[in-house]
């Protein structure tokens, strides 16, 4: 851009266009009107971004069939005790650290590997398991370009560009596109034209704005009470202060009542109700939990686990109860305890002869009213962080 080209841009921002009648008379006339309308400018500028990436991903098969893989993606090395790993130079990184925060908070194990830093040591922090998640614009920062080619291939990589197809974008030239996901977040025109300087501002709001659907989508898809995960993992600030106004939570607060989880019913009758009925009743079930009988219970945690590296022919020929839990099996809390309470006795046990099993994964609580009857469950990975449970 020439340096008359660029004074005109320059000019075109502070001299915006005039301001409506209506929007002329809503102004304080106490205060400097440039000043508001620049401000307004930018906010319609960035709400323009945001609805123009809503609409991207309202309307583009491909940009859908992405956000769905890059949530499997996460999926698939929560399951397997991996980590995602952020990284991002800027304005970019900054929004991959508050990516990083946020799945934290969500109990998604997440860390920001700076690309420098990584040159120096601190690629060590890549696991055979973690996915990685590059933010950049451009797609063409040559430090993150330079880290790329001494992280390991199969690894999954995701990627928050402008770029809109995976072959275009130069942060998968090195590696095979089977194990690339592109998640475009483009904006309608460069900050250098709407803005008049070239520093990152809707481009990060896009970028910002994809990184917390796609972690909201993935804390959905990982716990059956996200709410609950984030206040065990957030007990500071304003939030906990909030929280802690309220009293202890109980275990009775958090648990699904059995009285209210659907019975799976065969598609045939006189037949033992097989794999495919339990899930076709997961998803009329509010809560995603399901009752073979009116003694066991699968969590929504069980279905999700059934899919994962499973033989389909092998799946489709398992019958609910094989993966039920029987209610003898449920480890017995008082609904009256607080969440916390609960916590500190299983760990107790843990230490106890007991053993492994009170912090095994797949673990069902069934919450003990005053009549002494097992009246709700929940699921032991809803009230302990991930690290603390064994297979």
């Known amino acids: 851009m020439s340096l008359s080209t660029h004074a005109k841009t320059l000019q075109s921002f502070v001299r915006l266009p005039p301001t409506p009648p209506d929007l002329l008379d809503a102004l304080d006339k106490d205060v400097d009107n440039e000043n508001i309308q620049v401000a307004l400018h930018v906010l319609r500028v960035e709400r323009d971004t945001l609805s123009n990436l809503h609409d991207l991903y309202l309307s583009n098969r491909a940009a859908q069939r992405s956000f769905n893989l890059a949530v499997n993606a996460i999926d698939r090395t929560w399951s397997r005790g991996g980590r995602v790993i952020v990284s991002g130079v800027g304005k970019s990184g900054k929004i991959g650290k508050k990516f990083v925060a946020t799945l934290n908070s969500l109990a998604i194990r997440s860390a920001f590997l700076h690309p420098t830093e990584a040159m120096h040591g601190d690629l060590g922090m890549v696991g055979s398991n973690d996915t990685l998640v590059i933010l950049s614009y451009s797609g063409r920062t040559s430090e993150l370009q330079a880290m790329l080619q001494h992280t390991p291939p199969d690894l999954p990589l995701i990627a928050v560009t402008s770029y809109e197809t995976l072959s275009s ?223």
């Open 169 to 391: 974008c130069p942060l998968f030239a090195q590696r095979p596109l089977d194990n690339c996901i592109l998640l475009p977040a483009p904006i309608p025109c460069s900050e250098m034209e709407t803005f008049g300087v070239p520093a990152p501002t809707s481009s990060t709001t896009a970028a910002l704005a994809l990184t917390d659907a796609l972690t909201l989508a993935v804390a959905r898809r990982l716990h059956s009470d996200p709410q609950q995960v984030f206040i065990l993992h957030h007990p500071g600030g304003a939030i906990g202060a909030r929280m802690a106004q309220t009293g202890p939570q109980l275990m009775a607060d958090i648990s699904i009542k059995v009285q209210e989880i659907p019975i799976v019913t065969p598609r045939q009758a006189h037949e033992e109700s097989n794999i495919q009925d339990a899930i076709l009743t997961a998803t009329r079930s509010v809560s995603g939990w399901v009752r073979p009988s009116p003694e066991t219970v699968i969590s929504p945690r069980q279905i999700q686990r059934l899919g994962r590296g499973a033989d389909p022919s092998q799946l489709l020929r398992l019958v609910a109860p094989e993966i039920a839990v029987e209610e003898v099996d449920w480890i017995s809390i008082e609904a009256a305890n607080s969440v916390q309470e609960a916590r500190d006795w299983i760990r107790r046990m843990r230490q106890s002869s007991r053993g492994r099993a009170f912090l095994k994964r797949g673990t069902i609580l069934g919450t003990v009213d005053a009549q002494r009857c097992k009246s709700g469950v929940v699921e032991i990975e809803s009230i302990f962080f991930e690290d603390e449970l064994v297979d």
